[in-house]
């Protein structure tokens, strides 16, 4: 039984245009949402969170959207670079700590 | 410089025969986790370390074992693996175990079940 999903195996969008990555959680007893970035032959690292009291966050390029009532959050970049294909992990902490992950979706960007 | 290592980056056992990956880490964490990753699906947390107290996850299959020696250093063995144990295996290392702590990960193992 999956709590994350990420319904998209994988996106492509032009350069410098928008991309944007969903994901639908299930658990409402998760607090924190994390987006991880992975390239091929690398682990996964951190690309940017968001704390269930808020509803957006947003990090140079890269902008995390929240909607609790909906369970769902996205990820936008704007605007997207070739450098940004990779595969993108969304990621919910409950109040352990503990990640639950989706199963990743691969973006690819075109020049 | 690599903060979580994981050795080696390509791991290929035997059906059966015990094999152990290595993950070790100079960020000094408290937290250390094993995930497994198979083609196209979720990383799978299988267990994880808060300082020597380890926490296995209730669909860890018991095939599935780890050490921690000491801060820097956690060990996955798997006793008899399966066809079915061929994965990618995450390291991954967080200060503490608080709902908004990230993870850093190793680049990890991709283990080959002949």
């Known amino acids: 039984d999956q709590q994350v999903k990420q319904n998209s195996p994988s996106l492509s969008v032009q350069e410098g245009r928008i991309s944007i990555l969903n994901c639908d959680y299930t658990?409402?007893?998760?607090?924190?949402f994390l987006w991880y970035k992975k390239y091929p032959a690398e682990g996964p690292t951190f690309l940017i969170s968001?704390?269930?009291?808020?509803d957006k966050n947003e990090d140079g390029r890269f902008t995390v959207f929240l909607n609790k009532s909906a369970k769902h959050l996205s990820l936008h970049i704007v605007p997207s670079q070739p450098g940004d294909s990779a595969v993108y992990f969304c990621a919910a902490s409950d109040d352990t700590g503990k990640l639950i992950f989706g199963q990743g979706t691969t973006l690819q960007v075109k020049p | 410089d690599a903060m979580v290592i994981q050795n080696p980056r390509y791991q290929v056992t035997q059906f059966g025969k015990p094999v152990t990956l290595s993950c070790s880490q100079t960020?000094?964490?408290?937290?250390m986790y094993w995930y497994q990753q198979k083609s196209s699906q979720a990383p799978k947390l299988l267990f994880h370390?808060?300082?020597?107290?380890?926490?296995n996850e209730a669909d860890t299959p018991d095939n599935f074992q780890s050490r921690r020696p000491n801060t820097s250093f956690c060990f996955l063995d798997i006793r008899s693996p399966g066809l079915g144990d061929a994965a990618m295996y995450l390291c991954?290392?967080?200060?503490?175990?608080?709902?908004?702590?990230?993870?850093?990960f190793g680049s990890g193992t991709q283990l080959s079940v002949l």
């Open positions: 991954a290392t967080s200060r503490e175990r608080h709902v908004n702590e990230k993870l850093f």
């Open positions: 658990n409402s007893m998760f607090d924190y």
């Open positions: 960020l000094n964490h408290n937290v």
């Open positions: 968001i704390s269930s009291i808020k």
């Open positions: 370390y808060y300082d020597k107290d380890f926490n």
